[in-house]
């Protein structure tokens, strides 16, 4: 009984590495949405080695790209930033390797206070990667008192 309970749980992860990796074969809306939550966890805690390596590229290596975050991220810390607060994404699928991803969020201070305006917004274009998934290759500008939208300004 033991063996089979042993077997059966084998199986079971196996089948769940089989279906992480199939994430990986084709771009789709929902893995790209989840690409994008999976992004403002990985901004919220200020994981520039994650988001240089899984999420952004727009430079020529990891290294470029997690150095660039750095400075992004020190520019913002010495400006009192602590967190962002995701109020909506929407993922727009453009054409079968690219999409685009509008996000409303606030950004707070380590005091608690809104870090500017209350509501922002922003946009990216997103490139599939084969073996990689999908990654940030651009961004642009996006209204915050308009819906959201996929749309560039």
């Known amino acids: 009984m033991r063996n089979l309970f042993m077997g059966a749980c084998i199986l079971a992860l196996a089948a ?74 929407l993922v727009c699928d453009v054409q079968g390797e690219t999409a685009r991803a509008g996000m409303r969020f606030t950004r707070y201070l380590t005091s608690g206070e809104v870090m500017g305006d209350d509501m922002r917004a922003s946009g990216y274009e997103l490139g599939w990667a084969d073996g990689k998934g999908w990654r940030i290759t651009g961004m642009f500008a996006a209204a915050a008192d308009a819906p959201l939208s996929c749309e560039a300004l």
């Open 16 to 89: 769940c590495g089989g279906a992480q990796d199939a994430e990986f074969q084709a771009p789709t809306l929902g893995s790209a949405e989840d690409f994008m939550w999976a992004y403002t966890e990985a901004w919220n805690a200020h994981d520039t080695e994650a988001l240089g390596r899984d999420f952004w590229q727009m430079t020529g290596s990891v290294e470029e790209e997690t150095a660039r975050l750095e400075a992004v991220f020190a520019q913002l810390e010495a400006d009192g930033y602590d967190r962002s607060i995701i109020h909506e994404v």
